[in-house]
């Protein structure tokens, strides 16, 4: 008789038999003792009773393969995966209200307390408990929502006090809010996972991605250096870093950045945060956040046997989650690659994808013509796509 068929560990990880062997080894077994000439079929009983155990065999297996996987972050799920990072000192972020970055107006000295802005819509935006004006009169704070979900707001829309207070004269939001996030997922929990491993990095700018990455209400982030003498491609200054950072209080990020960068390196960015380091001397940290640019494509595709509306949302979706999915920048390239493209929306592995052919792909960014060029995105650029912005063509 054959070897048990149960799961094994060696030095290359776990193995798990096929179903298909389990089962054979169970219908083996059965005819070791009844007789090789039992009839072990779907349709009796004794071949349903030997499937039926070799079923509760393999999910055995499948349980004991999950235990293995679970003692990983980077195959743990759920619950379990919570247990892992805490080892990292990291729990799974619950649901987050929107934020934005507030630009106040007042008089030097005056103090907001409970502050509150609206925007054109009605939603409230709450400020940080206290907010003092400097010297300047003029200070960027960030505003939550007042409510759970994700909230938006456009530069500019962000113009109402709803707490009159004595010194507070104007506010406004340069730039859009940034959403608020569900639960977090077991995939973003994994990627914070990775990026907190760098908290004792090897470099001055690993270190400061993963502090600025581990705090609170930040989504995405992607940070640039200029080691040169002069300025680069992105329009860094010789010798300076520069963080984009969609999402956390503004002021924690400079904060952050102050205590966290290497000495004699500027920061560049469009916000211009004030702030001190721990010997209390005074400086401006510059961080940017990222400007969202609308995508949109044309699809040109054959219709073959079994397209149906619902094959042609599978390909806006899937062609929606890759553009979102290049990020800050638009990817490691900087450019989105129409080529490329041409993956996501062929749908490889779903067999809807044997109910079309793709003839032709085009796209355009900020309500610009489609066409067949590659879009370039500038290093604080962070693309944007929905399904309504997949134009298609069908033919029979």
Not at 39 to 45: A, E, M, R, S, V
Not at 126 to 155: Q, S, Y
Not at 237 to 250: L, Q, R
């Amino acid at each position: 008789m054959a070897f048990t068929p149960l799961v094994t560990i060696d030095a290359t990880g776990i193995h798990k038999p096929d179903s298909a062997d389990v089962l054979a080894f169970f219908q083996a077994a059965f005819r070791g003792i009844y007789g090789q000439d039992v009839y072990l079929g779907n349709d009796c009983q004794d071949g349903q009773w030997v499937q039926l155990i070799a079923t509760a065999f393999n999910d055995a297996n499948a349980v004991a393969v999950a235990v293995y996987n679970a003692f990983s972050p980077a195959t743990a799920q759920g619950v379990g995966l919570d247990r892992v990072v805490r080892i990292n000192g990291l729990t799974r972020s619950g649901a987050t209200r929107s934020s934005v970055d507030l630009r106040l107006i007042g008089q030097a000295g005056a103090t907001i307390t409970g502050g509150i802005a609206a925007d054109g819509a009605g939603a409230q935006w709450i400020l940080p408990t206290t907010v003092t004006f400097p010297l300047a009169g003029e200070i960027t704070v960030t505003a939550t929502a007042a409510d759970l979900g994700a909230i938006t707001a456009t530069a500019g829309t962000i113009t109402s006090i709803a707490t009159p207070t004595f010194g507070w004269q104007s506010v406004t939001n340069l730039e859009a809010a940034t959403a608020g996030l569900p639960v977090e997922s077991d995939a973003a929990l994994r990627q914070r996972q990775t990026l907190s491993t760098t908290l004792a990095a090897r470099t001055l700018l690993e270190g400061v991605v993963g502090t600025v990455a581990a705090l609170d209400g930040v989504a995405h982030l992607r940070a640039y250096e200029n080691d040169l003498d002069q300025t680069d491609d992105n329009g860094l200054p010789g010798h300076s870093i520069a963080f984009v950072v969609d999402g956390g209080d503004a002021q924690m990020i400079a904060a952050l950045i102050a205590a966290r960068k290497g000495p004699g390196v500027s920061t560049f960015g469009t916000s211009k945060i004030p702030t001190g380091d721990r010997l209390g001397i005074a400086r401006e940290i510059a961080f940017s956040r990222p400007v969202a640019v609308p995508v949109a494509y044309g699809v040109s595709l054959k219709a073959l046997k079994g397209y149906n509306l619902e094959v042609q949302a599978k390909i806006a979706q899937a062609l929606t989650d890759w553009t979102v999915g290049l990020g800050i920048g638009g990817g490691q390239d900087g450019s989105l690659l129409l080529t490329r493209a041409f993956g996501p929306a062929l749908l490889p592995g779903d067999p809807a994808a044997r109910t079309f052919e793709i003839l032709s792909l085009s796209v355009g960014r900020d309500g610009q013509p489609l066409g067949q060029d590659d879009l370039p995105f500038r290093f604080d650029e962070a693309p944007t796509c929905g399904p309504d912005s997949i134009l298609f063509t069908v033919t029979q």
